[in-house]
Structures are given as C-alpha cells and as structure tokens.
C-alpha cells in the first residue's frame, strides 16, 4: 500500500513562492513517476507537473518557466517549487504516484495553495 503526505501549502503574495513537498511511504521506487495536478475553484483537476524515471519532466504551459518539479528518490519524495505565482494558481494541489508495478494511481489528500494579496 501506498501513502502519500503533502505539505507546505499556504498563501503567497502575487510574484512570490510557495514550496510542496509530497512524502511517498511503500513500494515507490525510481522508475515510477510522481507529479502533480492542481483543481482550482469551478475548475477540473488538471496535471500541472510530473517527473518520470531518469528525470524526464512534464509542465502544463501555464506554469512553465515558473514552476519546477524535482524528486528524492531515496527519501521517495517530489518537490513542487513555485515562483512568480498568479492568482490563477491558486488551487488545492494534489500529488500523484503512477506505480508502474501495478498499473496504478496513488493520490495524496491535497493541499491549498493561495496566491493572494
């Protein structure tokens, strides 16, 4: 079973950052991808970034240039670093793990990221 712990979610000024950080308990290893998907008010869920094996990454155009994903595999942690938020990020961010030894999808609780002044 997988488990997945967000944090680091809050509210941030118009231009500035915020951090997440999304903690993977269980049978996560490298070559499964880990990202994350955003779902702002009145909106679907959308993906926003993801990280598969070797580093290769994927950005939504919104957030490109702006927004960087990373991972820790021996700590089976991804990273979401936001910069020059827009108050049209502001969404419940949830991480997401493919497992690809069992076809599948793991989902964090979501956490809240404002970006407000």
């Known amino acids: 079973q997988v488990q997945l712990v967000e944090s680091g979610g809050g509210l941030a000024q118009p231009g500035g950052s915020l951090r997440l950080s999304c903690a993977a308990s269980?049978?996560?290893?490298?070559?499964?991808?880990m990202g994350w998907y955003r779902r702002a008010p009145g909106k679907q869920r959308e993906l926003v970034a993801a990280?598969?094996?070797?580093?290769?990454?994927n950005y939504a155009d919104s957030v490109k240039g702006r927004f960087t994903i990373s991972r820790d595999n021996a700590e089976k942690t991804v990273y979401l670093q936001m910069n020059s938020l827009k108050p049209e990020d502001t969404a419940v961010y949830f991480c997401d793990v493919f497992q690809l030894s069992n076809i599948k999808d793991y989902w964090g609780q979501g956490i809240q990221g404002t970006a407000s002044s």
């Open positions: 269980g049978n996560i290893f490298s070559i499964d991808t």
């Open positions: 990280i598969a094996a070797y580093g290769r990454t």
